[in-house]
């Protein structure tokens, strides 16, 4: 009797482990405790402070950027070619987003981009299909519900150069290092400045919890609202859309539609009054020398604007 030869079936996912995900429901739902802490207290006559907000907002700049440029732009999509300090500083920036690792993040982006939409996006909005209620499970599905599945995209068929790079591999495995700089450093900061601990107390919240939760619910909202929401003037094979109330907070990733017309290109927003301060980082980053190779869009190339 014969038998078949076996048959290498590639890994279609991988599994988060469980300490990986006790800490993923904890920085899903403590930032959002502490949004709600934060509400009551600025209620109470006890919000936000000057060096709260001035911490909050460059913190928040350093890791949104970190993420637009360095997890995604350049990591993801290859943009631009980085000098080795820029690249390692723009992972642990990105890093402190507190998005994932820097490996897993990349991994989990590109499988999106093979499956855009379709059998296999790990968090489209429209797995459910249309109509109200199909909608709006994909909705949550898309913005938060599928953070909380344990099966990921294969680091190893969706990131191999990355885990080729000794440089991000070890940032990779120093992600709970970065988690704690992110989340401590307000505090610290704020503590020299005022050798107070309840200013400590109020950075902590502020400039660490809150400023997370933002900027995690900006980035959910690329997955979801900018597959649902807004225009597309640009023919793409899937349903992404460009969404210019999000266009700031997001530094530039909102104009989601051109992106996925020109994955590869540096800027995303490229119509007139279409704010994408990613793209304006990158541009100094040229011409500083410190990125080269940079893949700034060729509008004569994308396809042709549709008639949405």
């Known amino acids: 009797m014969t038998t ?30 502490a949004v709600v802490a934060a509400i009551w207290l600025a209620i109470h006559g006890r919000g936000v402070n000057w060096l709260d907000v001035g911490l909050a907002i460059g913190f928040y700049v350093v890791t949104a950027h970190g993420i637009t440029v360095g997890y995604h732009r350049l990591l993801t999509h290859r943009s ?12 642990i920036a990105g890093s402190m987003a507190i ?20 059998d296999g996006d790990p968090h489209s909005p429209w797995r459910y299909g249309g109509g ?15 953070l909380f599945d344990r099966r990921q995209a294969v680091k190893r068929r969706y990131a191999p150069d990355l885990l080729a790079d000794p440089d991000l591999a070890r940032i990779h495995a120093l992600f709970p290092l970065w ?39 900006v980035t959910f909202a690329i997955n979801s609202i900018c597959h649902v929401a807004g225009r597309r003037p640009y023919r793409t094979r899937d349903r ?9 907070l997001s530094m530039g990733e909102s104009w989601h539609n051109f992106h996925h017309a020109a994955p590869t290109a540096a800027r995303h927003g490229v119509g007139r009054g ?22 700034w869009p060729d509008l004569a190339r994308v396809p042709r604007p549709s008639t949405a």
Not at 80 to 91: C, G, M, N, Q
Not at 189 to 200: C, F, G, R
Not at 274 to 291: C, F, N, P, T, Y
Request: hydrophobic share 50%; net charge positive.
């Open 4 to 33: 078949c030869p076996a048959v290498d079936v590639p890994q279609q996912y991988e599994y988060r482990s469980r300490w990986e995900h006790v800490a993923f429901y904890a920085f899903i739902i403590l930032p959002m405790l």
């Open 80 to 91: 631009f070619t980085a000098v080795r300090p820029v690249k390692i500083a723009l992972a």
């Open 99 to 118: 998005q994932g690792g820097v490996i897993r993040w990349v991994a989990d982006h590109r499988k999106h981009h093979q499956h855009s939409d379709d």
């Open 132 to 146: 109200l209620r199909g909608l709006s499970r994909g909705l949550w599905w898309a913005h938060t519900g599928w």
């Open 179 to 217: 988690v704690a700089l992110s989340v401590l450093a307000p505090p610290a900061i704020a503590w020299a400045a005022s050798d107070s601990l309840k200013v400590a107390a109020g950075a902590l919240l502020w400039a660490s919890l809150v400023r997370i939760f933002l900027l995690h619910h």
């Open 240 to 248: 992404s859309t460009n969404f210019w109330p999000l266009a700031v």
């Open 274 to 295: 279409q704010v994408d301060s990613s793209a304006r980082l990158i541009r100094v980053l040229e011409l500083l020398g410190w990125a080269r190779d940079v893949k």
